[in-house]
Protein backbone atom coordinates (compact mmCIF):
# COMPACT_ATOMS: atom_id res chain seq x y z
CA UNK A 1 0.00 0.00 0.00
CA UNK A 2 2.78 2.32 0.79
CA UNK A 3 4.37 1.59 -2.26
CA UNK A 4 1.69 2.29 -4.33
CA UNK A 5 1.13 5.79 -2.40
CA UNK A 6 4.82 6.70 -3.76
CA UNK A 7 4.73 5.71 -6.82
CA UNK A 8 1.12 7.76 -6.88
CA UNK A 9 3.19 10.87 -5.92
CA UNK A 10 5.95 10.66 -7.83
CA UNK A 11 3.28 9.90 -11.13
CA UNK A 12 1.45 13.00 -9.89
CA UNK A 13 5.13 14.93 -9.47
CA UNK A 14 6.11 13.69 -12.94
CA UNK A 15 2.33 14.58 -14.72
CA UNK A 16 2.88 18.02 -13.04
CA UNK A 17 6.69 18.66 -14.24
CA UNK A 18 5.83 17.91 -17.40
CA UNK A 19 2.87 20.22 -17.56
CA UNK A 20 5.41 23.12 -16.04
CA UNK A 21 7.94 22.58 -18.91
CA UNK A 22 5.50 22.32 -21.68
CA UNK A 23 5.29 25.92 -21.35
CA UNK A 24 8.95 26.80 -23.02
CA UNK A 25 8.88 26.86 -26.29
CA UNK A 26 11.36 24.79 -28.69
CA UNK A 27 14.28 26.49 -30.53
CA UNK A 28 15.17 26.84 -34.22
CA UNK A 29 18.13 26.46 -35.44
CA UNK A 30 19.03 30.04 -35.84
CA UNK A 31 17.56 30.71 -32.38
CA UNK A 32 20.45 28.27 -30.74
CA UNK A 33 23.19 30.55 -32.51
CA UNK A 34 21.59 33.35 -31.10
CA UNK A 35 20.78 32.61 -27.70
CA UNK A 36 25.04 30.72 -27.93
CA UNK A 37 26.41 33.94 -29.29
CA UNK A 38 24.39 36.02 -26.36
CA UNK A 39 25.85 33.47 -23.63
CA UNK A 40 29.68 34.25 -25.15
CA UNK A 41 29.19 37.44 -24.97
CA UNK A 42 27.83 37.30 -21.56
CA UNK A 43 30.45 35.66 -19.81
CA UNK A 44 33.39 37.65 -22.38
CA UNK A 45 31.69 40.45 -20.48
CA UNK A 46 31.73 39.26 -17.11
CA UNK A 47 35.71 38.40 -17.38
CA UNK A 48 36.40 41.86 -18.61
CA UNK A 49 34.32 42.91 -15.33
CA UNK A 50 36.51 41.04 -13.11
CA UNK A 51 39.60 42.02 -14.84
CA UNK A 52 39.84 45.62 -15.64
CA UNK A 53 38.75 47.71 -12.25
CA UNK A 54 39.71 51.17 -14.08
CA UNK A 55 37.23 51.22 -16.72
CA UNK A 56 34.50 54.07 -16.94
CA UNK A 57 31.02 54.10 -15.44
CA UNK A 58 29.53 53.75 -19.40
CA UNK A 59 31.55 50.99 -20.03
CA UNK A 60 30.66 48.92 -16.87
CA UNK A 61 26.93 49.34 -17.70
CA UNK A 62 27.38 48.10 -21.02
CA UNK A 63 29.28 44.74 -20.08
CA UNK A 64 26.92 44.15 -16.97
CA UNK A 65 24.46 44.70 -19.47
CA UNK A 66 25.24 41.96 -21.70
CA UNK A 67 26.02 39.69 -18.67
CA UNK A 68 22.77 39.99 -17.75
CA UNK A 69 21.67 39.09 -21.68
CA UNK A 70 24.13 36.08 -21.50
CA UNK A 71 22.63 34.80 -18.04
CA UNK A 72 19.05 35.31 -19.61
CA UNK A 73 19.82 33.87 -22.85
CA UNK A 74 21.45 30.74 -20.93
CA UNK A 75 18.31 30.04 -18.97
CA UNK A 76 16.26 30.01 -21.77
CA UNK A 77 18.71 28.08 -23.82
CA UNK A 78 18.36 24.87 -20.84
CA UNK A 79 14.26 25.38 -20.30
CA UNK A 80 13.72 25.23 -24.26
CA UNK A 81 15.82 21.50 -23.81
CA UNK A 82 14.35 20.08 -20.97
CA UNK A 83 11.80 18.01 -22.64
CA UNK A 84 14.84 16.67 -24.39
CA UNK A 85 15.64 15.25 -20.83
CA UNK A 86 12.81 14.15 -20.02
CA UNK A 87 12.42 11.41 -23.37
CA UNK A 88 16.16 10.62 -22.83
CA UNK A 89 15.94 9.67 -19.27
CA UNK A 90 12.54 7.90 -19.37
CA UNK A 91 14.97 4.75 -21.47
CA UNK A 92 16.57 4.34 -18.18
CA UNK A 93 13.93 3.57 -16.02
CA UNK A 94 15.14 -0.39 -15.76
CA UNK A 95 18.12 1.35 -13.63
CA UNK A 96 15.76 1.36 -10.21
CA UNK A 97 16.10 5.01 -10.05
CA UNK A 98 12.91 7.00 -9.91
CA UNK A 99 11.99 9.09 -13.30
CA UNK A 100 12.51 12.60 -11.34
CA UNK A 101 16.25 11.65 -10.28
CA UNK A 102 16.94 10.47 -13.47
CA UNK A 103 15.38 14.22 -14.73
CA UNK A 104 17.70 16.00 -12.44
CA UNK A 105 20.78 14.08 -13.23
CA UNK A 106 20.24 14.70 -16.97
CA UNK A 107 19.15 18.14 -16.46
CA UNK A 108 22.81 18.75 -14.87
CA UNK A 109 23.96 17.17 -18.20
CA UNK A 110 21.80 19.78 -20.15
CA UNK A 111 23.20 22.95 -18.70
CA UNK A 112 27.04 21.09 -19.42
CA UNK A 113 26.17 20.97 -22.64
CA UNK A 114 24.66 24.64 -23.24
CA UNK A 115 28.21 25.32 -21.26
CA UNK A 116 30.21 23.85 -23.78
CA UNK A 117 28.04 24.13 -27.02
CA UNK A 118 30.22 25.89 -29.56
CA UNK A 119 27.96 26.96 -32.27
CA UNK A 120 30.46 27.48 -34.47
CA UNK A 121 30.86 24.24 -35.76
CA UNK A 122 27.43 23.97 -36.92
CA UNK A 123 26.16 20.85 -34.61
CA UNK A 124 22.54 20.66 -33.89
CA UNK A 125 22.36 21.34 -30.09
CA UNK A 126 20.06 18.24 -29.36
CA UNK A 127 22.52 15.97 -30.89
CA UNK A 128 25.05 17.34 -29.36
CA UNK A 129 23.63 17.60 -26.02
CA UNK A 130 22.00 13.98 -26.19
CA UNK A 131 25.82 12.62 -25.66
CA UNK A 132 26.38 14.75 -22.25
CA UNK A 133 23.01 14.39 -20.70
CA UNK A 134 23.48 10.73 -21.43
CA UNK A 135 26.76 10.95 -19.66
CA UNK A 136 25.29 12.86 -16.72
CA UNK A 137 22.45 9.92 -16.38
CA UNK A 138 24.46 6.93 -16.60
CA UNK A 139 26.93 8.90 -14.06
CA UNK A 140 24.20 9.38 -11.52
CA UNK A 141 23.17 5.64 -11.87
CA UNK A 142 26.58 4.54 -11.26
CA UNK A 143 26.96 6.53 -8.33
CA UNK A 144 23.57 4.49 -7.00
CA UNK A 145 25.72 1.37 -6.86
CA UNK A 146 23.37 -0.08 -9.37
CA UNK A 147 25.96 -0.77 -12.60
CA UNK A 148 27.59 -3.73 -12.96
CA UNK A 149 31.30 -3.46 -11.53
CA UNK A 150 34.18 -3.95 -14.03
CA UNK A 151 36.31 -6.72 -12.90
CA UNK A 152 39.83 -4.85 -11.36
CA UNK A 153 41.77 -7.10 -13.65
CA UNK A 154 40.29 -5.32 -16.44
CA UNK A 155 40.85 -1.71 -14.35
CA UNK A 156 44.33 -0.97 -16.83
CA UNK A 157 42.71 -1.52 -20.53
CA UNK A 158 39.57 0.62 -18.68
CA UNK A 159 41.89 3.64 -18.01
CA UNK A 160 43.74 3.20 -21.78
CA UNK A 161 40.37 3.63 -23.42
CA UNK A 162 39.39 6.28 -20.98
CA UNK A 163 42.13 8.13 -21.76
CA UNK A 164 42.01 8.09 -25.61
CA UNK A 165 38.68 8.47 -25.61
CA UNK A 166 39.56 12.06 -24.31
CA UNK A 167 42.37 12.22 -26.62
CA UNK A 168 40.11 11.47 -29.76
CA UNK A 169 37.07 13.85 -28.36
CA UNK A 170 39.34 16.69 -28.14
CA UNK A 171 40.98 15.73 -31.58
CA UNK A 172 37.73 15.76 -33.76
CA UNK A 173 35.47 17.85 -31.07
CA UNK A 174 32.78 14.63 -31.22
CA UNK A 175 32.83 11.34 -29.78
CA UNK A 176 34.48 8.84 -31.02
CA UNK A 177 33.34 6.04 -32.83
CA UNK A 178 34.26 2.25 -31.76
CA UNK A 179 36.15 2.06 -34.57
CA UNK A 180 37.98 4.89 -34.06
CA UNK A 181 38.60 4.09 -30.11
CA UNK A 182 39.55 0.24 -31.01
CA UNK A 183 42.49 1.86 -33.48
CA UNK A 184 43.66 4.46 -31.02
CA UNK A 185 44.40 1.71 -28.48
CA UNK A 186 45.11 -1.32 -31.08
CA UNK A 187 42.12 -3.31 -29.58
CA UNK A 188 39.58 -5.50 -31.40
CA UNK A 189 36.28 -3.96 -31.57
CA UNK A 190 34.28 -6.40 -29.67
CA UNK A 191 37.05 -6.35 -26.71
CA UNK A 192 36.63 -2.85 -26.32
CA UNK A 193 32.95 -3.05 -26.47
CA UNK A 194 33.01 -5.83 -23.52
CA UNK A 195 35.69 -3.43 -21.44
CA UNK A 196 33.33 -0.39 -21.75
CA UNK A 197 29.96 -2.55 -21.29
CA UNK A 198 30.91 -3.69 -17.49
CA UNK A 199 33.29 -0.59 -16.90
CA UNK A 200 32.40 1.11 -13.64
CA UNK A 201 32.85 4.54 -15.52
CA UNK A 202 29.47 5.45 -17.05
CA UNK A 203 30.45 8.12 -19.77
CA UNK A 204 31.55 5.47 -22.41
CA UNK A 205 28.34 4.10 -22.87
CA UNK A 206 26.85 6.73 -24.53
CA UNK A 207 29.71 6.38 -27.48
CA UNK A 208 28.06 5.73 -31.15
CA UNK A 209 29.11 1.89 -32.41
CA UNK A 210 29.77 3.10 -36.29
CA UNK A 211 30.21 7.12 -37.14
CA UNK A 212 27.21 6.57 -39.37
CA UNK A 213 24.81 4.95 -37.22
CA UNK A 214 22.17 5.28 -34.48
CA UNK A 215 23.68 1.91 -32.28
CA UNK A 216 25.20 3.35 -29.20
CA UNK A 217 27.01 1.04 -26.33
CA UNK A 218 24.45 2.91 -23.90
CA UNK A 219 21.78 1.17 -25.21
CA UNK A 220 22.69 -2.16 -23.53
CA UNK A 221 21.97 -0.66 -20.32
CA UNK A 222 18.59 1.30 -21.60
CA UNK A 223 14.69 0.28 -20.91
CA UNK A 224 13.81 -1.32 -24.27
CA UNK A 225 9.86 -1.30 -23.22
CA UNK A 226 9.53 2.17 -23.00
Known sequence: MAKDRIDRDEEDLVRLYLTDIGQYVLLTKEDEVRLAKEIEEGKTAEKQLAANAKMSAERKRELRKLQRLGARAERQFVQS??????SIAKKYQASG???LDLIQ???LGLM????????RKGFKFSTYATWWIRQAITRGIANTGRTIRLPVHAGDTLARLQKARSRLE?????????????AEVEMPEDKVTEALRFANEPLSLSEPLREDGDAELGDVVEDRSV
Open 81 to 86: NLRLVV
Open 97 to 99: LPL
Open 105 to 107: EGN
Open 112 to 119: HAVEKFDW
Open 170 to 182: LKFGRPATLAELA
